[in-house]
């Protein structure tokens, strides 16, 4: 198995510029979720998924958009980026027992 | 947000000392999960504490969960240089997961 994988691993962007960052598990997990790890302050939810179809906001949703067209996928979207975007972006899956494996994460730098 | 303190933010200690990093809720919490975030990577999933009072241990890191679910502990005793990191608890509310924001460890040799 290949866990959790997320694409890109780095990226660079202008402001104003869009893009989706990619996230898939091969688990079967049915709850899928994406954080922002910024210094000092941990990880912070931006949206997650507790099923295909089903997505909600977390802590920081604002300029991402999310979809989960199945239960494997979960790409993160965003609409316009912004320097405040950058970050590293962590995408994690669990299953019942809540336990979550994260992705090896993408460096986003926003300039 | 929700209101988990960490403490402390960073910690330096010799090779072979203790290490202990707190978390400590507003709220009981229903469980609390720990990671360990190596330099550059990803958090990796430590333990799960549920019951009131529960106590864990791994090799030699001991996680405790406090009487009134309000408060954690992660204990390393002889700490070694494949401890360095940043640990993390963890809690659900909900649906949502909160991170505290992490305590990081160097270990001098």
């Known amino acids: 198995n290949a866990g959790v994988t997320q694409t890109p691993k780095f990226q660079v962007l202008k402001t104003g510029q869009s893009m989706t960052l990619q996230c898939a598990q091969d688990m079967n997990h049915e709850y899928m979720s994406w954080y922002r790890q910024d210094p000092g302050m941990g990880l912070r939810l931006i949206h997650y998924s507790v099923g295909a179809g089903i997505t909600d906001q977390g802590e920081v949703p604002n300029g991402y958009n999310v979809s989960r067209s199945t239960t494997e996928d979960f790409p993160l979207r965003l609409l316009s980026a912004a320097p405040s975007q950058t970050s590293v972006y962590f995408c994690a899956s669990s299953s019942w027992t809540r336990e979550q494996y994260f992705g090896p994460g993408t460096r986003l730098t926003v300039t | 947000g929700q209101q988990v303190m960490q403490i402390p933010q960073y910690q330096h200690v010799q090779e072979g000392e203790d290490f202990t990093t707190y978390c400590n809720s507003s709220t009981t919490l229903s469980n609390i999960q720990w990671y360990k975030q190596r330099p550059g990577g990803h958090p990796v999933f430590l333990i799960q504490l549920v019951k009131s009072g529960e106590v864990k241990k791994q090799k030699r890191l001991t996680f405790q969960f406090g009487e009134a679910k309000k408060n954690s502990s992660l204990h390393i005793t002889a700490t070694q240089t494949t401890d360095v990191g940043t640990y993390f608890c963890?809690?659900?509310?909900?649906?949502?997961?909160?991170f505290g924001t992490g305590t990081s460890l160097t270990v001098i040799p």
């Open positions: 963890a809690f659900p509310r909900g649906n949502q997961f909160y």
